[in-house]
């Protein structure tokens, strides 16, 4: 007698198909599903974009851009407190960036660190120390 799965026909099911339909043929290029990609699906995708292409003229890209792979204390800096890099002219993008310095040390090192090892980026890690380390810099400014 074959197994039945109640739980995957009726309105779940319906559900699931709904969602499952709405790709609408275009591949998506998921991040894989470790802390620091899902934090950046919670936090980035949005603007950055699933590939780190962003959106021209709005959003910078996150593949290979100066910021991204250059100095993490710079990237957290500007990551964290919004302290604009040299190399970030301003008036380039329409958009603006939230500020992220409520994520804990541990979950920016995960993010940034998926960063800066995605979209083609083979940058440095980014660790819970050098988290706190861009704390301290920003309150001892
Ligand atoms: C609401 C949209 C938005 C969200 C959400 C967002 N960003 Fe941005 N980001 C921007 C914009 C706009 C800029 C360019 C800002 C400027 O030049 O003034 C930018 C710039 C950057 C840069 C500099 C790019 C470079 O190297 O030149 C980095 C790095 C970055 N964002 C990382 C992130 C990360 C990591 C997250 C998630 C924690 C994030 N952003 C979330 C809009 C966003």
Not at 31 to 60: E, F, I, W
């Amino acid at each position: 007698m074959p197994m039945r799965f109640p739980m995957a026909t009726g309105a779940v099911g319906a559900v699931a198909a709904v969602l499952l339909g709405c790709g609408q043929g275009v591949a998506p290029v998921a991040p894989p599903p470790t802390p620091g990609g899902k934090l950046y699906l919670a936090n980035c995708v949005a603007c950055h974009r699933l590939d780190g292409s962003g959106v021209p003229g709005m959003q910078p890209p996150l593949a290979g851009t100066p910021v991204t792979v250059g100095d993490p204390g710079e990237l957290l800096a500007w990551v964290m407190y919004g302290r604009r890099p040299a190399v970030l002219t301003p008036g380039t993008y329409g958009g603006l960036m939230p500020q992220f310095s409520y994520l804990r040390d541990a979950e920016l090192a995960d993010l940034l660190s998926h960063v800066r090892s995605s979209f083609g980026n083979h940058a440095s890690a980014v660790t819970p120390a050098m988290v706190a380390a861009a704390r301290a810099a920003q309150l001892h400014r």
